[in-house]
């Protein structure tokens, strides 16, 4: 079993900057692939960044290729999301989820809200 906790949320200015941290419970973490995702209100939840155990291979949503950065640290069992250039459309409650490689995303966290003011 893995248990995610997200923090790092907040209020920020347009064009500021956060970073989310996931921290995981659970020795197997570091051989899961860790993903984050958002949901704003009244919107589908939608894909921002993935990665995978070793740190080796990561993938963005086009929206924010450029501005978000996601890298992980196994002897912390955290995964981070470094987001610059923020803007009101990235505003959302932000989730992180680990899975198997190759499999689903089965655990999740209860996420952390990020709000962008223009």
């Known amino acids: 079993q893995v248990q995610l906790v997200e923090s790092g949320g907040g209020l920020v200015q347009a064009g500021g900057s956060l970073r989310l941290s996931c921290a995981a419970s659970g020795r197997t973490f570091i051989t899961y692939r860790v993903a984050w995702f958002r949901q704003a209100p009244g919107k589908e939840r939608e894909f921002v960044a993935a990665i995978i155990w070793n740190g080796g291979s990561t993938n963005y949503a086009d929206s924010v290729k450029g501005r978000f950065t996601i890298s992980r640290d196994n002897a912390k069992n955290t995964v981070y999301l470094q987001m610059n250039s923020l803007k009101p459309e990235d505003a959302a409650v932000y989730s992180c989820?680990?899975?198997?490689?190759?499999?689903?995303?089965?655990?999740w966290g209860q996420g952390t809200q990020v709000t962008v003011s223009s």
């Open positions: 989820a680990a899975g198997v490689t190759g499999g689903s995303y089965g655990f």
